[in-house]
């Protein structure tokens, strides 16, 4: 769909407001909604509900000379420099690039790949929204709640082993078995784990509930800047790598929260004014049969209707191949969200069978040399339905973000440790003493 069919208004200015930062301070935080800014670190605007995003004193990039994502230190949320080796990598395909004729296709890997120097142990660009939200975190003395369907909860636990910070996650039963870590779990990690008939969604919820409880703050979803702005480390590395904006950028997503960073770090770039003077094209990629934002998005609309969108969501999401892909509540018609990213970059979003990813990311995995996650899967199959339907040129500069790869790989080089839940909720509406008595939160 493109800006004309939908009735998007894709003005620059109006995403990217010019907010006066001091000195001494790195950033501000702007709504995207009323364009007020805010000196502290927050959750919400008091007057809508736009997202907030960062402001930046530092309107061109300096790259850090340290490892991993602290590299891009400049436009991350932090006081202190991160020094993990944790980050993405970005290389020119060759293999897959010919299988699909394209002359500049760039992979974004976020896994575990040493020969490549890709080092996120829990196989997922989650932990990118990991490290700078518990890293913001250390000194406040309090513990985070948040909610996953498994490869978020997998990075938070993994950042919390680290650090000692403490973390109260909240699970769908189908999420428990991508629970692992390749280090010894530690009593920082406390995992929750939800009804066998309760979803993602039924997960954010108790979360939500649990975070009023003294002692723990909530980590904010896709509220929260220090995960968006974090993801955004993606475009980052690829514009750096390409000196240059891609022309399109393929990423799977469930909420959207990964497409509005890597539309928000854009935006950023654009601003820098050395990596180009147009935005990325955005092409995101829902997993049949649960994909709420694609209908949406190619009926022309901007609110998702329950009944339309996602009806009998719960049965729709146990039928998709990547059903961490799935989201009943996404960051998708608020200012600043999924619609109005798709909007200013003129975006085009894809609805992908199960029997398509699958053959995708076997595609993929046989050209590219390396493990790939579901997830991922849906990317590589958007790419190919976009080649198909000439989408893109061969010669256009294009970013595919594989989100989550080389488990198989890490089994190589560590032992894996399941985590096991500290307690059990059978929905989101269970009495919160009930958790407080089998004295998971303390």
């Known amino acids: ?28 935080l702007a709504c995207t909604g009323c364009g007020g800014a805010f000196d502290d670190d927050r959750l919400k605007c008091p007057n809508d509900s736009g997202l907030l995003r960062t402001s930046y004193r530092s309107r061109q990039l300096v790259l850090k000379n340290v490892p991993g994502m602290g590299k891009f230190h400049d436009w991350l949320p932090v006081q202190e420099i991160i020094t993990s080796d944790s980050g993405p990598i970005t290389y020119k395909s060759t293999e897959l ?9 760039f992979i974004s890997f976020n896994g575990y790949w040493p020969e490549k120097g890709a080092f996120i142990k829990t196989c997922s660009f989650k932990e990118l929204e990991a490290i700078p939200t518990i890293q913001r975190l250390r000194n406040s003395g309090k513990a985070l709640v948040l909610a996953s369907a498994g490869n978020t909860a997998r990075a938070f636990a993994h950042i919390s082993a680290l650090t000692g910070v403490k973390v109260y996650i909240v699970v769908p039963a189908s999420g428990i078995a991508r629970l692992w870590l390749p280090e010894e779990p530690t009593d920082s990690i406390h995992i929750i784990q939800m009804g066998k008939n309760c979803d993602y969604t039924d997960s954010i919820h108790l979360a939500e509930r649990l975070s009023s409880l003294p002692g723990v703050m909530a980590e904010g979803g896709a509220r929260n800047v220090a995960r968006r702005d974090g993801m955004g480390t993606v475009m980052l590395d690829a514009s750096v790598y390409m000196r240059r904006m891609p022309d399109h950028y393929f990423q799977a997503i469930g909420s959207g929260t990964g497409g509005i960073a890597a539309w928000e770090a854009s935006l950023r770039l654009l601003g820098d004014g050395r990596f180009g003077k147009r935005l990325p094209e955005l092409h995101l990629s829902q997993n049949l049969p649960f994909a709420p934002m694609y209908h949406a998005w190619n009926a022309g609309r901007r609110e998702i209707i329950k009944d ?13 191949y990547a059903d961490i892909l799935s989201n009943r509540e996404p960051p998708y018609s608020m200012a600043g969200g999924v619609y109005d990213a798709m909007c200013s970059t003129g975006g085009t979003m894809y609805g992908i069978p199960n029997n398509e990813a699958r053959s995708a990311q076997t595609l993929f995995e046989r050209n590219e040399g390396i493990d790939i996650l579901p997830p991922a899967g849906v990317a590589v199959a958007s790419l190919i339905q976009a080649v198909n339907e000439q989408k893109v040129d061969a010669g256009d500069h294009i970013v595919l973000n594989i989100t989550g790869g080389g488990v198989k790989r890490l089994e190589m080089d560590y032992n894996l440790f399941n985590i096991e839940p500290a307690a059990c909720a059978e929905n989101s509406i269970v009495p919160l003493e009930e958790i407080i008595h089998k004295k998971v939160i303390a």
């Open 1 to 28: 769909m493109t800006e004309s069919d939908s009735g998007c208004s894709a003005n620059i200015s109006q995403f990217h407001p010019s907010i006066s930062i001091s000195d001494n301070s790195k950033y501000k």
């Open 308 to 320: 339309i969108d996602m009806p009998d969501a719960k049965n729709l999401i146990h039928g998709m």
């Open 97 to 105: 690039a010919s299988e699909l004729g394209l002359d500049n296709l």
